[in-house]
T-cell receptor
């Protein structure tokens, strides 16, 4: 089973700042990695698939990069609605599909 | 616009069964594969099961294999999760999601809460 480790666990930033979130896989997942955003009381929302492709309707301030074992989600300039929990998930070696533990982006 | 509405959650005693439903609209249901995923405060997001678009293949997490069964009724545009031999560890919010490209998940519901308690 592929283990995904996200860091940091919590990121405290102000609106307008850049957020950089990391996801590391225990073995290569090629580019088969997605990022999701989750707000309280809501289901996760797909942001990025195949490491760097924005899902439909996702603003350009969200970008993903990386391949193999190291991946990054960057939010170029935080908007108030971006404060949430972010998860990475791999689909390279399955079953099972596995998720990271999440990074909470909170308002500083 | 895809909509997924999960239902069937509730409080159930250990060892008992429960069946969750996920009603889909806004898509060609029979052309899509679907997943069940659950979320707990302690274990985060956990993928549980995946059913192929035509129902020909089904995959399960080890934690639920042999206890949970994923199925679909294309005539009703509905996905199901039959959960047997429930234990405390199954307490969670359960989400269904459409499969976009074998393992990329499109969530559109609010989830349904299952609480296993005596």
């Amino acid at each position: 089973e592929i283990v995904l480790t996200q860091s940091p666990a919590t990121l405290s930033l102000s609106p307008g700042e850049r957020a950089i979130l990391s996801c590391r896989a225990s073995q290569s997942v090629r580019n088969d990695l997605a990022w999701y955003q989750q707000k309280p009381g809501q289901a996760p929302r797909l942001l990025i698939y195949d490491a760097s492709n924005r899902a439909t309707g996702i603003p350009a301030r969200f970008s993903g990069s990386g391949s193999g074992t190291d991946f990054t989600l960057t939010i170029s300039s935080l908007e108030p609605e971006d404060f949430a929990v972010y998860y990475c998930q791999q689909r390279s070696n399955w079953p099972p599909f596995t998720f990271g533990g999440g990074t909470k982006v909170e308002i500083k | 616009q895809l909509q997924l509405v999960e239902s069937g959650g509730g409080v159930v005693q250990p060892g008992r069964s429960l069946r969750l439903s996920c009603a889909a609209s806004g898509i060609t249901f029979r052309a899509s594969g679907f997943h069940w995923v659950r979320q707990t405060p302690g274990k985060g997001l956990e993928w549980l099961a995946f059913i192929w678009y035509d129902g020909s293949k089904r995959y399960y997490a080890d934690s639920v294999k042999g206890r949970f069964t994923i199925s679909r009724d294309d005539s009703r545009n509905t996905l199901y999760l039959q959960m047997d031999s429930l234990g405390d560890e199954d307490t969670a919010i359960y989400y269904c999601a459409r499969d976009l490209q074998v393992g990329t998940l499109d969530y559109r519901g609010q989830g349904t809460l299952v609480t296993v308690s005596s």
